[in-house]
């Protein structure tokens, strides 16, 4: 496809911008370009997701957003370049079984596909593919060159600083998929409240992909007419969100295309975050503007102490008897269990150990993922593990604790919350004792706060202002 000399330019041009002390992605992103560039092609770094079994379009060039929209790849259905480690060419997409959407290959104009796997030690971790818009017997000499710039993309996601400190800590020449997608990806978000819940995602270490798949919802013959995208993907929990920071009045045409969508693809689980839900979200880590402004008096008594000392007796009675002849060891969760626990220990007919642990939280500041800033001392390796929180919302936080604590290998892992907002899942998470499900709204009192204030009060109460 090119000769020599343009080739041995393209590979000088990569190799000076794999020695920048640039991003990550901006490295990714040269590499891709000169690949382009070189070889008049559409070129893309696609990259394994924490599953190792679905494929990101990490970075691209002179692709049409409709094919780099088509959803994730699965690694044994496309190409397979990744799945076996070897180069893969294929000179007629039309008439070839290894295309996973032939129909959108086509639309793209795409006639040939090379493939060149990006290699850690042993293994793939995403490819480097070519599409030509002509056919194409790709020469020794093409596919030589593509290996060089894979080689070139894993040295560069090699030599990041943060995936060096991950494989040092972990023993692999690379971070996990997840961390590595994170590091790797170039997006230019289309509003900031995209960004701000990507970080949150990524506070949490929680995988997610930015527009991967849009959605045909109406046609006229063979055209498609209308569209859907939604704004994230989060592939280990196989679930689509929508964002929308639009008025209330002005979020009508975006709810009629979900609809639309979920009579046409009913297997396509999706959230929608309102603006209110979006502002919530924000403010329980103390950012956005409801953060700010919102008044601190209490509303009313949401339940009172007998009502609460009522409850706490009836869990205290069926953990007792869910763990009869058995020790548990229970785990506390910050601070706003404090009150919980205490008296949900008293209450407790079978031996208990206590243990507790801290984590830090999303404040949009210098932290980038979750950290325990306090581990629990006791081992729970072989333990019944009951962890204890306060409240259940997003589900964000739960997930990265139980994760955390399963690596750790209890025989067993339970969870049990004084309250649980089930209108604020955010992630599917079901705790497995539950004191009170409440509606959406700020609570204080009985160990909970809102700016430190309140945790004093023996009723749980909503604060003025909460809607």
Same mark, same amino acid.
């Given at each position: 496809?090119?000769?020599?000399?343009?080739?041995?330019?393209? #590979?000088?041009?990569?190799? @000076? $911008?794999?020695? =920048?002390? &640039?991003?990550?992605?901006?490295?990714?992103? !040269?590499?891709?370009?000169?690949?382009?560039?070189?070889?008049?092609?559409?070129?893309?770094?696609?990259?394994?997701?924490?599953?190792?079994?679905?494929?990101?379009?990490?970075?691209?060039?002179?692709?049409?957003?409709?094919?780099?929209?088509?959803?994730?790849?699965?690694?044994?259905?496309?190409?397979?370049?990744?799945?076996?480690?070897?180069?893969?060419?294929?000179?007629?997409?039309?008439?070839?079984?290894?295309?996973?959407?032939?129909?959108?290959?086509?639309?793209?104009?795409?006639?040939?596909?090379?493939?060149?796997?990006?290699?850690?030690?042993?293994?793939?971790?995403?490819?480097?593919?070519?599409?030509?818009?002509?056919?194409?017997?790709?020469?020794?000499?093409?596919?030589?060159?593509?290996? #060089?710039?894979?080689?070139? @993309? $894993?040295?560069? =996601?090699? &030599?990041?600083?943060?995936?060096?400190?991950? !494989?040092?800590?972990?023993?692999?020449?690379?971070?996990?998929?997840?961390?590595?997608?994170?590091?790797?990806?170039?997006?230019?978000?289309?509003?900031?409240?995209?960004?701000?819940?990507?970080?949150?995602?990524?506070?949490?270490?929680?995988?997610?992909?930015?527009?991967?798949?849009?959605?045909?919802?109406?046609?006229?013959?063979?055209?498609?007419?209308?569209?859907?995208?939604?704004?994230?993907?989060?592939?280990?929990?196989?679930?689509?969100?929508?964002?929308?920071?639009?008025?209330?009045?002005?979020?009508?045409?975006?709810?009629?295309?979900?609809?639309?969508?979920?009579?046409?693809?009913?297997?396509?689980?999706?959230?929608?975050?309102?603006?209110?839900?979006?502002?919530?979200?924000?403010?329980?880590?103390?950012?956005?503007?409801? $953060?700010?402004?919102?008044?601190?008096?209490?509303?009313?008594?949401?339940?009172?102490?007998?009502?609460?000392?009522?409850?706490?007796?009836?869990?205290?009675?069926?953990?007792?008897?869910?763990?009869?002849?058995?020790?548990?060891?229970?785990?506390?969760?910050?601070?706003?269990?404090?009150?919980?626990?205490?008296?949900?220990?008293?209450?407790?007919?079978?031996?208990?150990?206590?243990?507790?642990?801290?984590?830090?939280?999303?404040?949009?500041?210098?932290?980038?993922?979750?950290?325990?800033?306090?581990?629990?001392?006791?081992?729970?390796?072989?333990?019944?593990?009951?962890?204890?929180?306060?409240?259940?919302?997003?589900?964000?936080?739960?997930?990265?604790?139980?994760?955390?604590?399963?690596?750790?290998?209890?025989?067993?892992?339970?969870?049990?919350?004084?309250?649980?907002?089930?209108?604020?899942?955010?992630?599917?998470?079901?705790?497995?004792?539950?004191?009170?499900?409440?509606?959406?709204?700020?609570?204080?009192?009985?160990?909970?706060?809102?700016?430190?204030?309140?945790?004093?009060?023996?009723?749980?109460?909503?604060?003025?202002?909460?809607?």
């Amino acid at each position: 496809m090119n000769n020599e000399r343009d080739y041995y330019k393209a #590979t000088r041009r990569a190799v @000076a $911008a794999v020695n =920048l002390p &640039s991003p990550l992605k901006d490295r990714l992103d !040269a590499i891709v370009r000169s690949v382009a560039r070189s070889m008049n092609s559409g070129a893309s770094l696609i990259l394994l997701d924490s599953s190792g079994s679905k494929a990101v379009h990490s970075s691209s060039r002179a692709l049409p957003q409709f094919y780099l929209h088509k959803g994730l790849l699965d690694v044994d259905k496309s190409l397979c370049e990744v799945l076996s480690g070897q180069t893969v060419t294929i000179s007629d997409v039309a008439n070839d079984s290894r295309i996973q959407h032939p129909e959108l290959a086509a639309k793209a104009g795409i006639v040939s596909i090379l493939g060149v796997p990006v290699m850690s030690g042993e293994r793939a971790v995403g490819s480097i593919r070519v599409y030509a818009r002509e056919r194409c017997e790709f020469s020794a000499q093409d596919i030589a060159f593509v290996t #060089t710039m894979a080689n070139l @993309a $894993a040295i560069a =996601l090699n &030599s990041d600083p943060s995936c060096q400190k991950t !494989a040092v800590k972990q023993k692999n020449p690379l971070p996990p998929e997840a961390s590595l997608l994170r590091r790797a990806r170039s997006v230019d978000f289309a509003h900031p409240s995209e960004e701000d819940f990507a970080r949150i995602l990524d506070f949490y270490n929680i995988e997610w992909v930015y527009e991967p798949r849009s959605f045909p919802l109406r046609w006229d013959g063979d055209s498609v007419t209308e569209m859907f995208t939604p704004d994230f993907y989060l592939p280990g929990l196989d679930l689509y969100i929508e964002l929308t920071t639009l008025r209330q009045s002005l979020v009508t045409h975006k709810n009629r295309k979900l609809r639309r969508l979920k009579e046409l693809y009913p297997e396509v689980k999706i959230t929608l975050l309102y603006k209110n839900d979006y502002d919530r979200l924000l403010a329980k880590y103390g950012c956005g503007p409801l $953060a700010q402004t919102r008044a601190h008096g209490i509303s009313r008594v949401l339940y009172s102490a007998v009502q609460i000392d009522d409850r706490v007796r009836a869990l205290a009675g069926q953990i007792s008897k869910d763990y009869a002849n058995r020790r548990p060891l229970m785990v506390g969760v910050q601070r706003g269990f404090l009150c919980f626990m205490a008296d949900l220990i008293r209450q407790i007919t079978i031996p208990v150990d206590i243990d507790f642990m801290a984590i830090s939280y999303y404040t949009g500041g210098s932290d980038s993922a979750v950290r325990i800033t306090k581990d629990i001392d006791l081992s729970v390796v072989g333990r019944h593990v009951i962890m204890v929180e306060d409240i259940v919302d997003t589900g964000l936080t739960l997930t990265f604790l139980v994760d955390w604590l399963r690596e750790r290998n209890p025989r067993s892992l339970k969870v049990c919350a004084l309250l649980d907002k089930r209108k604020r899942r955010l992630v599917p998470f079901e705790a497995d004792y539950v004191g009170f499900t409440i509606d959406d709204g700020f609570v204080v009192g009985y160990g909970l706060d809102f700016d430190e204030k309140s945790r004093f009060l023996p009723d749980i109460c909503t604060i003025k202002n909460h809607n």
